[in-house]
């Protein structure tokens, strides 16, 4: 069988020369590369960012003019690596999330490769904590309880799209409605939460299995213990996303985090829409006047300790972890790739023979810059530099 494309690099699990032959969309073979090439390209996973608000000026939170704009969202996330995404749709009323649910199903129908990378929705909201602090920057009234009914609802409108939601399990019907979510093939994050332990708990039982940005979406001060976080943190049914973007969260909280969580801490961009676009003030919908820094921090203009979102793709958040010592290149590819596959389909691994090729080539030079080269998805070359 002829090859449509062969990769040789690298191997990201243990920097091994590596040859991959791709056929008809999908990986035909992985074997040891002979030869010279460079020391310092590797092969890996595409990535795959399960949080994904906005990018590159444009925002799956607005209605847009014009749908087809939001194709490139997906275009230049494919110039980042990141072969496949969720659009994630935060806290709005019901209405307004039919709006946007349909805005992406009708966004897949009429571009392609749209279609291919959007993964599936991301429901953040609404029913997360009214509080102040854990409710982050939700607009406080639409915060509602958690209703099965809005969800079964709006899965219809998506026509079964909706891959995950973010909920908070304080509210009393929690339990059950993390047991239809679960039943419905639907991922439970808790995230924006004030919940006690005891609802935390009761939440994993009941078949919550993550947590999203932890240490974020949380209250500036809380009791020392017992607190959600510690709850979070102790409990070894939830895996944990984080927004490594050096500004979210610190470094040493990202070490902490990565000892607890081990193999189930994974990476999420939680980008905007201002993220991909040139440093400068602008004029934001959530925050209004904002100012995004050439080293990618999105603040109030009026106060810098503020933050206004994160600006930063899934291939800085591998670069920083990498810069920062925090993880090893397998380790930082595979919290960017592998591990938010594997939440949703647990026998996902890297290089399988018979999978489709959505892969990437990457340089990672001394000073561990993680850069894009090549982005593969379905087998075809989407990007090359
Ligand atoms: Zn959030």
Not at 26 to 36: H, R
Not at 141 to 166: F, S
Request: aromatic share 8%.
């Amino acid at each position: 069988m002829e090859n449509d494309l062969t990769l040789i690099g690298r191997s990201y699990l243990n920097g091994k020369p590596l040859e991959i032959n791709i056929s008809n969309g999908k990986i035909s073979a992985v074997k040891p590369a002979s030869g010279i090439f460079p020391e310092d390209i590797y092969i890996g996973p595409g990535l795959f960012d399960i949080q994904v608000n906005g990018y590159a000026g444009l925002d799956y939170n607005e209605i847009q003019k014009n749908l087809i704009d939001l194709a490139k969202i997906s275009k230049k996330l494919y110039e980042q690596g990141v072969t496949s995404h969720f659009p994630t749709i935060i806290t709005a009323s019901p209405d307004q999330f039919s709006k946007l649910i349909h805005q992406v199903m009708q966004l897949r129908e009429l571009d392609e490769l749209a279609k291919e990378s959007i993964a599936g929705l991301h429901i953040e909201g609404p029913f997360i904590s009214p509080e102040d602090g854990p409710r982050g920057a939700h607009p406080r009234e639409h915060v509602i309880q958690p209703n099965w009914g809005l969800i079964e609802n709006w899965q219809k409108e998506a026509e079964g799209l909706i891959r995950m939601i973010t909920f908070s399990p304080e509210w009393e019907n929690s339990v059950q409605f993390v047991e239809s979510c679960v039943k419905h093939g639907i991922l439970v994050s808790i995230g924006h939460t004030n919940a006690s332990p005891k609802q935390i708990v009761d939440a994993v039982r009941a078949g919550a299995s993550l947590s999203t940005h932890l240490g974020n979406g949380m209250h500036p001060t809380l009791a020392r213990h017992p607190n959600y976080l510690w709850s979070q943190l102790a409990e070894e049914g939830l895996s944990a996303t984080i927004i490594a973007d050096g500004f979210h969260l610190p470094r040493e909280v990202i070490k902490v985090f990565k000892k607890v969580k081990d193999k189930n801490l994974i990476l999420v961009s939680d980008s905007v829409s201002l993220a991909g676009m040139p440093p400068g003030d602008y004029n934001s919908p959530i925050g209004g006047e904002v100012t995004l820094t050439s080293e990618g921090k999105l603040h109030l203009s009026s106060n810098p300790k503020i933050l206004a979102g994160s600006a930063m793709n899934l291939r800085q958040g591998v670069t920083f972890l990498l810069k920062n010592n925090l993880a090893t290149i397998q380790e930082a590819w595979e919290m960017a790739s592998i591990r938010p596959y594997q939440l949703f389909d647990k026998g996902f691994d890297s290089f399988m023979v018979g999978e489709n090729a959505d892969l990437v080539v990457a340089r990672i030079n001394i000073d561990k810059h993680f850069q894009i080269l090549k982005t593969i998805k379905n087998g075809t070359v989407v990007y090359s530099t």
